[in-house]
C-alpha cells in the first residue's frame, strides 16, 4: 500500500527477483521456442487432433493478434483519458461507432479511403474537444456525475445514430491496394500430390496490426519524448501537484481528450473496414475497452497494449476452441485478474 | 419538514398513476393491435412488418366486419420480457381483442404463454418462426398464418444433396433458436437425402468477428450452409471472402435476404448463385405476388421488395380481416365465432393457399431460390422451385417427427 | 468536512422510528394502501406493481451508492439470480429442471443465493474504490448475461425459463392484479422502512463514515471492506426479493432481462429519482414506467431512448439530486442537507 513497506519489501526480496528474472527468461525462451516450432513444423497427427488444424490454431492466432490491434486502439484513448482525469468515459464506445459512420460517408462520397480515417480522426477528436470543454470541465472533480454524464450521452448517441443510419450494416471499402489475402511463408499441410498448402492470411488484417503497432509506438514517443506527453505523465502521477505546478491543466486535459476521442473514431474507421460497422457496436467495443483496461491496468498505456493482447487472443482461441463459453473467457480474465491484482497488471496500486 | 416534502411529492407523482385510468371510451371502430420491434436494433424490421399489415388493412379499404379499423401499435425491443409487457399494454390498456405479432421467435413463444390468461382474445402471429410457438403445448387462441423456421427451409436439403451434388456440409449458424429451427429444417432433409454435416459451428450472438471460425470449417466439405441474419451474415461473407474462402455457401432464409443483399459493400460475387429457402421469393412471377409488391410499394419508406416480415404481417392481418368480415366483426361472445372462422380458414395469398393444422399453424408453400443479379446490377432471389403446401412437419409423420426431439445445437445429428 | 458530518449524523442517531412516523408517510401509504380501488387491473400491476419491483432493485442500488458510495450496475444480475432459483428449483413449462419445490422453500433460497452472490459481487468490487466500481459490476453483469445465455444446461440459454407461477396461498393466486400488487407494497414498505431505519443504525452511520473517509475508518480499527461486504449482502436481499416479485410479474426470466440496457436502465431510475432519499429510486421508477409505458402513444416509441436520455442528462446536470432535489429546489431550505451529503458530493475520489 504505502511506499515504505514497498521499499522495504524490494530491499528483503532483491536476491530472490534476480533469480526469478532469470528463471522467467528461460520460460520465455521456452514458449518462444515452442511458438516456432508450431509455426514452421509440420505438425503431427496428435496434434492436429487436439487443435483442429495449423491453419485453425494459426489463423486464430493471428486474428487475436490483429483484434488486440483494433482493441489497443480504442483502449489507449479510454485509458489516457481515464489516467488523466478519472473519467470513465461510457461515451467511449459511442466515439468508435460515430467515427466509423463519419468515415464511411466521407469515403463513400470522396472515393478515398484514407480521407474517411482521417476524417473518422479529426472529427471525433474535434467532438471529444467539445465534450470536454462543454461538459466536463463543468463537473470537474465530481466523477461520478462526470461518468453519469457519458452514460446520457451514450444512450442518447446511440438512439440518434439509429435514427441516421439505421439498422442496416455498413462495410467501409478498403481500396484495393489493401485488399486480397497473402501466402505467408508457413505451410500448413501437404497435399496428396506432395504440394505444399500455404497459409493464406487477409493482407489488410496485418495492416490493421501494423498500423496498431506504429501508433503504438507513437504514443510511447509522445508520452516520454515530449514535452505535452511529460506533462500527461506528470498529470497521471499527481493530477494536483500539476495544477499547482502552474501548468495549464486545461489544456492538458483538452489535448488528451482529443487524441483519446480521436483515436476512438480512427480504430472505428479501421475497424469497420475490417469488420462492419451496425448498431451495437458501441456498447461492444465499450466493453472490449472496460475489459482491456481493468486488466492492463488503468491509466497505462502500455498497460493497454498487454491487456489488449490477452483478450483479443484469448477471445478468438475461445471462439474456435470453446465457442460456447467463449464470450465468458475475457470476463473471467478479468474477474481473475481483478481478485489477485485489483489494479491491473501495469496499474498503480490504488 | 424534509420529510413531508418528499413524500408529498411522492404522493403527488402517484396520484398520476390514477389520472389516465379513468374509463377507457368504447369507440365504434375495430382496434387491431399490431406488436412489433418498433425500438432497438430490429426497428427496421418492426417498421417493414408495420408496413405488411398496413398494405392488408388498406386493401380491405380500413374497414372489417362493417367497421373501421383502428391500428394501435405497441412496441418491444425484441426480448421477450418487453413483448409480453407490450402485449399486456395492448390488451389491457388500450383492450384491444385482436392482436398481430410477435415478430421474434422467442417473443412469439412468450406472447403464446401470454394468450393462454386471455382467452377472450384473439391473437395472430407477426413473423415469429420458432418451431414451439405453436408445436409444443400450444395455445388455443394463438393462430400462425404464416410458417415456422423449419418449414421455411423446404425442398433446400435435397436440393444441395440431389441437384447440386454436395455431400458434405459444414453449417455456421447463429447460438440460439431461431438458427437451430433452420438447420434443423435444412439438415432433416439434406441427412434423410444421404449428407452428411461433419462440422457445425454455433457461433455467439453478436460476434462480429468469424475469420476464426472460418478457418476452422474443414477444408473438405463440398459447401458451407450459413444461417445468420442481418450484421452477422455481412460480417461472415465478407471475411470468408477475404480469406479466400472457396467452398460455395448455402443461406438460411433471412442469411440472404434483402436487409444482406442491399448491404453496402462487396459482397456481391460471393452471393450471386447461393440457393435459399424461405416463404418469398423476390422473383416470383404470379399476378397475386405482384399485385402484393404494388400494393406495399405504396406505403412510406418501402423497401424495393417486401421483407419476408411485410409478408408475414401481411399474411396473419389479412387473415384476421377476413374472419372479421365472416363473422360481421361481432366479438361479443369473446370472440369464439371469430376464432372457430379463423381455424377453419383457407384463404389465396400472394405466395399460393394458406390454411391451418390442428395446432393453428400454416400449411403454405415454400420457395427454394437462388441469388441471381437483376439487370440493373442489384441482387435479387431468383424462384427455382416451389414445394407446394409444407406442412409443419415437414411431411413426415407427426409422431415420427415428435420423436425427433426439440431443436437444439446437437439436434438433428449426422456427422 | 468528514468530522462535520459525522457530528451531524451523530446528532441524528436514534431518530429512526420518528423518521418513519409521519403524517407524510401516513398519507403516503393511505394512498398506495387505497389504490387498487381507483387504479384499473392494467395499471395496478403493470404501473403499480411493476414500479414497485423496479424501486425495489433501485432502491439497493441506491443503498449502496447513497449511503456507501458503490454505484453499482449489477443490480438487475442479482434480482435476476433469485429470479433463476425461482425458474429452476420452482415450476416452470420450459421442459427443462423446473424441480417445483413448494414457495416457502424456495423463495427465501432465492432471496439468500441473491444476497450471497451480491456479497460475491462486492467482494470483488470493494477490491478497488469510487468510480472504478461502476466499470466493474456493468463488466461483471455482461458477463453474467452471456453466461446465461450461452449455458443450456443449468439456465436454459436464450429462450430463458416460461411459465414461472406465483404461489396460491390462503385461497388466493398472488399473481391476480389485487393480491400481487399488495404482495409488491408490503414488500417495498418494508424494505423502504429498512432503509431508513438502518441508515440511523449503528451499521448505517459506520458505513456513510466509511463513504466519506475510508481511510481515517480504517485507521480507527474498523474493518472497512467487511462493512461494505456487509452493504452488499444487505442490497442483495431487497434485489433479490424484488427479484422473486419480477419472476412472478414476468411469469419468465431470459438473459435478455439481464442484459447491459436494463442494468443500465435500473442505474437511470435510481438517478432520476434521486439518490439522496429512500424514496427517490421509487419516484424514478414511477415516471420511467409511465414514460417507457407510453412513450409510444405520445412520441412514437422510435425515439423513446433520446427521450429518456435527455431527460437523464437534464436530470444530472439541472439537478444532481433528482426530482427529489429538483423538488427541494423549488422551495430551498436553509437545512437541505440534513440527510447528510449526497453520494456525488462525497468523497468518492477519496
Not at chain 1, 141 to 161: C, H, K, N, Y
Not at chain 1, 179 to 184: E, P, R, S, V, W
Not at chain 2, 81 to 87: H, L, N, T, Y
Not at chain 2, 90 to 102: A, F, M, N, R, S
Request: proline share 4%; with cysteine; net charge neutral.
Amino acid at each position: 500500500m504505502s511506499d515504505a513497506s514497498n521499499t522495504n519489501r524490494d530491499d528483503l526480496f532483491r536476491g530472490a527477483r534476480a533469480s526469478r528474472r532469470q528463471a522467467w527468461g528461460v520460460v520465455a525462451l521456452l514458449v518462444a521456442a515452442l511458438l516456432l516450432w508450431l509455426v514452421f513444423a509440420q505438425w503431427p497427427d496428435w496434434l492436429d487432433a487436439i487443435l483442429i488444424s495449423k491453419k485453425a490454431f494459426l489463423s486464430a492466432i493471428l486474428n487475436g493478434l490483429t483484434l488486440a490491434g483494433l482493441y489497443f486502439l480504442v483502449a489507449s484513448g479510454f485509458t489516457l483519458v481515464f489516467g488523466l482525469m478519472r473519467n470513465v468515459n461510457l461515451a467511449h464506445g459511442s466515439l468508435y461507432l460515430l467515427g466509423a459512420y463519419v468515415g464511411y460517408e466521407v469515403a463513400d462520397r470522396t472515393g478515398f479511403w484514407l480521407l474517411g480515417v482521417a476524417a473518422g480522426f479529426v472529427i471525433m477528436a474535434v467532438i471529444g474537444l467539445v465534450m470536454q470543454v462543454v461538459v466536463f470541465r463543468r463537473l470537474e472533480g465530481d466523477d461520478l456525475r462526470q461518468t453519469l454524464v457519458t452514460i446520457g450521452i451514450s444512450i442518447v448517441a446511440a438512439d440518434l445514430m439509429l435514427a441516421v443510419w439505421g439498422g442496416t450494416t455498413y462495410q467501409i471499402l478498403v481500396p484495393e491496394w489493401l485488399t486480397g489475402a497473402i501466402k505467408l511463408p508457413v505451410i500448413t499441410a501437404y497435399r496428396s500430390n506432395g504440394a505444399a498448402v500455404y497459409l493464406v492470411y487477409p493482407y489488410y488484417r496485418l495492416v490493421v496490426l501494423a498500423i496498431a503497432v506504429v501508433i503504438g509506438i507513437g504514443l510511447w514517443l509522445m508520452l516520454n519524448r515530449t514535452r505535452i506527453g511529460m506533462m500527461i505523465r506528470a498529470g497521471v502521477d499527481d493530477r494536483d501537484m500539476l495544477a499547482a505546478s502552474g501548468k495549464n491543466v486545461h489544456l492538458v486535459f483538452a489535448a488528451v481528450f482529443a487524441i483519446g476521442a480521436g483515436l476512438a473514431g480512427f480504430a472505428g474507421v479501421v475497424g469497420g473496414s475490417a469488420l462492419s460497422v451496425a448498431p451495437g457496436e458501441d456498447v461492444r467495443y465499450l466493453l472490449a475497452s472496460l475489459v482491456v483496461v481493468i486488466v492492463g491496468g488503468m491509466g497505462s498505456v502500455t498497460g493497454a497494449a498487454i491487456g489488449a493482447l490477452i483478450i483479443g487472443l484469448a477471445e478468438q482461441i475461445g471462439l474456435v476452441y470453446f465457442p460456447t463459453y467463449g464470450v465468458v473467457i475475457t470476463f473471467v480474465i478479468m474477474v481473475v485478474t481483478l481478485s489477485v491484482r485489483p489494479q491491473g497488471i501495469m496499474g498503480k496500486s490504488l | 419538514m424534509s420529510m413531508t416534502r418528499r413524500t408529498m411529492l411522492a404522493l403527488a407523482v402517484a396520484t398520476g398513476l390514477t389520472a389516465p385510468a379513468i374509463s377507457i371510451a368504447q369507440a365504434e371502430s375495430m382496434k387491431i393491435g399490431v406488436l412489433a420491434t418498433f425500438e432497438g436494433a430490429f426497428t427496421v424490421l418492426g417498421e417493414d412488418s408495420e408496413r405488411g399489415a398496413l398494405t392488408a388493412v388498406q386493401e380491405f379499404g380500413g374497414k372489417a366486419g362493417g367497421n373501421d379499423i383502428e391500428i394501435i401499435r405497441g412496441s418491444s425491443d425484441a426480448s421477450p420480457d418487453s413483448a409480453v409487457r407490450a402485449a399486456r399494454k395492448l390488451v389491457e390498456q388500450d383492450g384491444v381483442k385482436i392482436l398481430v405479432g410477435p415478430l421474434s421467435g422467442d417473443e412469439g413463444i412468450a406472447v403464446k404463454e401470454y394468450a393462454k390468461t386471455q382467452p377472450d382474445v384473439t391473437f395472430l402471429n407477426g413473423s415469429s418462426a420458432a418451431q414451439d410457438t405453436t408445436f409444443r403445448d400450444p395455445a388455443e387462441n394463438f393462430f400462425r398464418f404464416s410458417t415456422d423456421g423449419a418449414q421455411w427451409m423446404a425442398g433446400l436439403g435435397t436440393y444441395a444433396y440431389n441437384d447440386k451434388g454436395y455431400k458434405t456440409v459444414a453449417t455456421v449458424a447463429e447460438d440460439y433458436s431461431f438458427p437451430y429451427t433452420q438447420v434443423f429444417g435444412f439438415m432433416a432433409e439434406f441427412c434423410k437425402a444421404g449428407g452428411k454435416v461433419p462440422s457445425k459451428s454455433w457461433v455467439p450472438i453478436g460476434n462480429k468477428d468469424y475469420s476464426s471460425v472460418i478457418a476452422a470449417i474443414p477444408d473438405d466439405v463440398d459447401a458451407i450452409y450459413v444461417a445468420l441474419g442481418g450484421a452477422d451474415a455481412v460480417n461472415f461473407l465478407s471475411q470468408y471472402q477475404q480469406a479466400g474462402g472457396q467452398a460455395p455457401l448455402i443461406g438460411g432464409s433471412i442469411t440472404v435476404d434483402q436487409t444482406v443483399l442491399t448491404a453496402k459493400g462487396r459482397l456481391h460475387d460471393i452471393l450471386v448463385g447461393t440457393p435459399a429457402a424461405g416463404p418469398t421469393a423476390d422473383t416470383n412471377d404470379s399476378p397475386e405476388w405482384k399485385a402484393f409488391v404494388e400494393a406495399y410499394k405504396k406505403q412510406d419508406g418501402a423497401f424495393p421488395s417486401p421483407s419476408l416480415f411485410a409478408h408475414a404481417y401481411y399474411v396473419n392481418m389479412k387473415a384476421a380481416l377476413l374472419a372479421l368480415d365472416e363473422v360481421k366483426g361481432d366479438l361479443s361472445d369473446g370472440g369464439k365465432k371469430f376464432r372457430e372462422v379463423l381455424s377453419n380458414l383457407s384463404f389465396e395469398t400472394p405466395t399460393g393457399k394458406v390454411s391451418l393444422d390442428k395446432n393453428r399453424n400454416a400449411i403454405a408453400d415454400m420457395f427454394l431460390t437462388e441469388v441471381s443479379e437483376a439487370a440493373d446490377g442489384t441482387l435479387l432471389n431468383k424462384l427455382i422451385k416451389v414445394t407446394p403446401q409444407v406442412n409443419q412437419t415437414l411431411g413426415i409423420d407427426e409422431a415420427d417427427f415428435r420423436a425427433l426431439g426439440k431443436v437444439s445445437r446437437d439436434n438433428p445429428s449426422c456427422p | 468536512m468528514s468530522l462535520v458530518e459525522t457530528q451531524r449524523t451523530e446528532k441524528l442517531r436514534g431518530s429512526g422510528w420518528r423518521e418513519l412516523v409521519t403524517p407524510a408517510h401516513g398519507l403516503l401509504l393511505l394512498f398506495l394502501l387505497v389504490y387498487p380501488a381507483m387504479a384499473s387491473d392494467f395499471f395496478l400491476t403493470q404501473i403499480g406493481g411493476y414500479s414497485l419491483i423496479l424501486g425495489m432493485i433501485a432502491l439497493s442500488l441506491m443503498l449502496l451508492a447513497g449511503y456507501g458510495g458503490m454505484v453499482s450496475l449489477a443490480q438487475i444480475t442479482i434480482a435476476g439470480a433469485a429470479a433463476y432459483v425461482i425458474a429452476i428449483f420452482g415450476e416452470n413449462n420450459s421442459g427443462v429442471h423446473g424441480f417445483a419445490w413448494p414457495w416457502w422453500v424456495i423463495t427465501p433460497m432465492a432471496i439468500l443465493f441473491a444476497s450471497v452472490l451480491s456479497a460475491a459481487f462486492g467482494w470483488v468490487a470493494v477490491r478497488t474504490e469510487g468510480i472504478y466500481t461502476i466499470m466493474i459490476t456493468l463488466a461483471i453483469a455482461t458477463a453474467c448475461f452471456y453466461f446465461t445465455q450461452q449455458n443450456y444446461a443449468l439456465f436454459n440459454g436464450f429462450p430463458g425459463y416460461s411459465g414461472l407461477r406465483a404461489p396460491e396461498v390462503f385461497g388466493l393466486y398472488w399473481r391476480d392484479p389485487v393480491p400481487f400488487y399488495y404482495l409488491c407494497l408490503a414488500n417495498a414498505v418494508v424494505a423502504y422502512a429498512a432503509v431508513l431505519y438502518g441508515a440511523r443504525s449503528t451499521f448505517g452511520l459506520t458505513l456513510q463514515a466509511v463513504r466519506d473517509n475510508p481511510r481515517r475508518m480504517r485507521a480507527i480499527g474498523y474493518n472497512v471492506t467487511a462493512h461494505k461486504v456487509f452493504a452488499w449482502w444487505l442490497s442483495g436481499l431487497i434485489a433479490g426479493a424484488a427479484g422473486v416479485l419480477l419472476a412472478w410479474f414476468n411469469g419468465r426470466i431470459s438473459p435478455g432481462s439481464i442484459a447491459v440496457g436494463p442494468a443500465i436502465n435500473i442505474l437511470i431510475i435510481a438517478i432520476i429519482g434521486g439518490l439522496r432519499h429512500p424514496v427517490g429510486p421509487f419516484i424514478g421508477a414511477v415516471v420511467v414506467v409511465l414514460i417507457q409505458t407510453f412513450a409510444i402513444d405520445l412520441v412514437g416509441a422510435e425515439r423513446f431512448n433520446t427521450l429518456i436520455g435527455l431527460f437523464f442528462l437534464a436530470v444530472v446536470f439541472l439537478s444532481p439530486d433528482g426530482i427529489l432535489g429538483l423538488w427541494e429546489r423549488v422551495k430551498p431550505r436553509p437545512d437541505r442537507d440534513a440527510w447528510g451529503p449526497g453520494p456525488e458530493r462525497s468523497g468518492v475520489r477519496e
